[in-house]
């Protein structure tokens, strides 16, 4: 869909064209607070790290030589152990390579996500759902607004731990992502022969049967977490 309208906005240019301007905007602040809420995490882990010296990202590889190469205790594997991992299998410089890289892959994914969020806020504005200033741009081409707004609900976030921040972005990016199933279904049956550079290659009904598997596992993962928040309260 992005290649169908190659414009800033992304998912809300998709939902709006779909079904609508309300409920475009109502998956653009569920959209953008979900991204806030997510790089929330980044900050939170980098303190973690000043704290503890340990990072938190890790991998398959990893995984697998790391429970392969030491005694498996399951009270010690908590976030961020890969590094002490790398401490026993090859030493203290092994441990500083997993934690430079850990705290630069975060660093990355979050100006990443920074960049997503604003020019989603720029596109909104460009479309007349938000005012007009969030569509300025810096001498750079960046949205300076967006970034502003966006940074400071980051920041306005970072208190709240990791658990609640994965917990709270989860529900959000969950019904993000079934508006955006119903938007991808409703432009197929609508447009189904606009021109784009890519196209998936399947009907109606094949556009409806590969939505509906990844459906199903967001209303068993929304199910699931709150059973277990009704649990843990």
């Not at 459906?215 to 699931?224: D, E, G, K, S």
């Amino acid at each position: 869909m992005g290649t169908m309208f190659p414009e800033n906005g992304g998912y809300v240019v998709w939902v709006s064209s779909a079904l609508g301007p309300f409920w475009g905007f109502q998956l653009g602040w569920m959209k953008w607070l979900s991204g806030v809420i997510d790089n929330a995490l980044y900050p939170v882990l980098f303190l973690d790290y000043l704290k503890s010296a340990i990072p938190v990202i890790g991998y398959f590889l990893p995984l697998l030589f790391g429970t392969g190469a030491i005694e498996v205790n399951r009270e010690l594997w908590c976030d961020g152990y890969f590094s002490e991992v790398g401490r026993v299998i090859g030493g203290v410089w092994l441990r500083t390579w997993i934690q430079v890289a850990s705290a630069l892959s975060n660093m990355g994914m979050f100006v990443a996500e920074m960049s997503s969020d604003s020019f989603q806020l720029l596109g909104m504005a460009e479309r007349g759902m938000l005012p007009a200033f969030f569509a300025k741009r810096s001498c750079y081409g960046t949205p300076l607004i967006g970034i502003l707004f966006s940074a400071s609900g980051v920041i306005l976030l970072s208190w709240l731990s990791f658990q609640e921040i994965v917990a709270a972005e989860n529900f959000l990016y969950c019904f993000g992502m079934l508006m955006e199933f119903v938007a991808f279904v409703k432009l197929r049956m609508k447009f189904p022969n606009v021109s784009r550079p890519y196209k998936i290659p399947v009907g109606k009904i094949g556009a409806v049967l590969m939505c509906l598997v990844p459906t199903l596992l967001i209303f068993v993962v929304l199910a699931l977490a709150t059973l277990k928040r009704k649990k843990d309260g």
